[in-house]
């Protein structure tokens, strides 16, 4: 959790396949977003209610199950837009099927209300919208200057980096896509990662096992 004077960053586990899920809020409007509820509404909506923030959006790294179980949940109790990049579309769209796959529960999605575009700034805490993909087609990392935070999905893990061999996606893309816009960030920054611990930009260049600076 980062300073909450300033800035608010509630970051933990949800859902069976345990997707970080990350609280967005400012402290002062009130106002925030929840990135990747992967599942556990009530916990999520729990946390929301404790810091006594008012949803706005519910943004998402991605398509794939485990970043989007419990969005539908979080959109009927805040009324808050569902955010993407339409790279994703066809993922979105086959969300069912994905959770037959992998043996989970489908609970029903509406369709995304606003497209997410590469450098966009995002509803609230000066965030930017970085297109990075290769993890799938319609991949996003969110950028805070001022904390230095890194919102990475699942393009970057703590000596590691996504995996390609899914629908869309590209080991030559995800490397681009980190060597060309994530490494170039600031090296002290934090990396919330889609799943496991934080890591670090500098850590990354300096100790990732796949993509080295």
């Given at each position: 959790m980062t300073d909450q004077t300033t800035f608010i960053r509630q970051t933990f586990p949800v859902g069976p396949l345990q997707c970080n899920c990350t609280i967005i809020g400012d402290p002062v409007t009130?106002?925030?977003?929840?990135?990747?509820?992967?599942?556990?509404?009530?916990?999520?909506?729990?946390?929301?209610?404790?810091?006594?923030?008012?949803?706005?959006?519910?943004?998402?790294?991605h398509a794939h199950l485990d970043h989007f179980l419990?969005?539908?949940d979080i959109k009927k109790k805040t009324g808050a837009p569902i955010y993407l990049h339409e790279g994703d579309k066809f993922l979105w769209d086959n969300l069912e099927m994905q959770c037959r796959m992998f043996g989970v529960p489908y609970r029903p999605v509406p369709d995304p209300d606003y497209w997410l575009k590469d450098d966009e700034a995002l509803p609230c805490?000066?965030?930017?919208?970085?297109?990075?993909?290769?993890?799938?087609p319609g991949s996003m990392c969110f950028w805070f200057e001022e904390p230095k935070l890194l919102i990475a999905g699942d393009t970057l893990f703590r000596r590691s980096i996504g995996r390609t061999d899914l629908w869309g996606g590209d080991y030559k893309t995800i490397e681009k896509s980190i060597k060309q816009r994530l490494y170039t960030l600031d090296e002290e920054a934090v990396v919330v990662t889609g799943h496991g611990p934080d890591t670090t930009i500098g850590e990354e260049i300096r100790e990732n096992s796949i993509i080295r600076g």
């Open positions: 009130k106002r925030a977003f929840v990135v990747d509820p992967g599942g556990d509404p009530d916990i999520i909506l729990a946390k929301l209610e404790a810091l006594e923030l008012k949803v706005v959006a519910i943004i998402h790294t419990a969005s539908g805490c000066e965030g930017v919208a970085m297109h990075t993909p290769g993890h799938t």
